[in-house]
């Protein structure tokens, strides 16, 4: 009964490879993310979908590209894979983004997925 | 954009201390402000959040303070255990035109160590 799932959890690829992960949501979210993690910890978000529109689109290399085939899924599919990309990369689903006075506020992060690119 | 600035960065406690965290921000139009926890190896999660329009809230051992017209907050860990060992990771949300909050702007962590 994971509340968010990712696959793979470990990725180990060459440098220019194209990967992709995939993440998935039971909770009955409407928005999902995508954050990087880099080496010192530093969590930066990347993408976002609410309802499968793309709602934030921060400033990441045009070689990532996220995928919503519907609300409960958020792909990430990283093209001609740099060293730079090495990260852990999370996944993470909110009920209609933050907003409101309930206590549902929560972003709820998925296990990671560690890739390495060599 | 906001920009969410955290100390210190490692924080070493001994076994029942109190620690203390903490965060400024420069929007000042961001009202959703969450602490995260993360443990060697896992996910990140919340541990307690707090809103613009309330000063201090509490759960058990775990506070969190906000002073909108300083724009800074802090989280309070009293009587420290072993287990809070971990990374935490404060943050801080504004509504965007829709009246949503979607993107979380986080510091960059903060390594807490609970010796025994």
Redesign the interface.
Known sequence: DTAVSQTPKYLVTQMGNDKSIKCEQNLGHD?MYWYKQDS??????MF?Y?NKEL??NETVPNRFSPKSPDKAHLNLHINSLELGDSAVY?CASSP????GFSSY???F????TRLTVL | GENVEQHPSTLSVQEGDSAVIKCTYSDSASNYFPWYKQELGKRPQLIIDIRSNVGEKKDQRIAVTLNKTAKHFSLHITETQPEDSAVYFCAASRRNSGGSNYKLTFGKGTLLTVNP
């Open positions: 928005t010192k910890k530093f969590l930066k978000i976002s609410n709602i934030i999370f209609r983004g933050l907003a506020n929560e972003q992060f998925g296990p990671g």
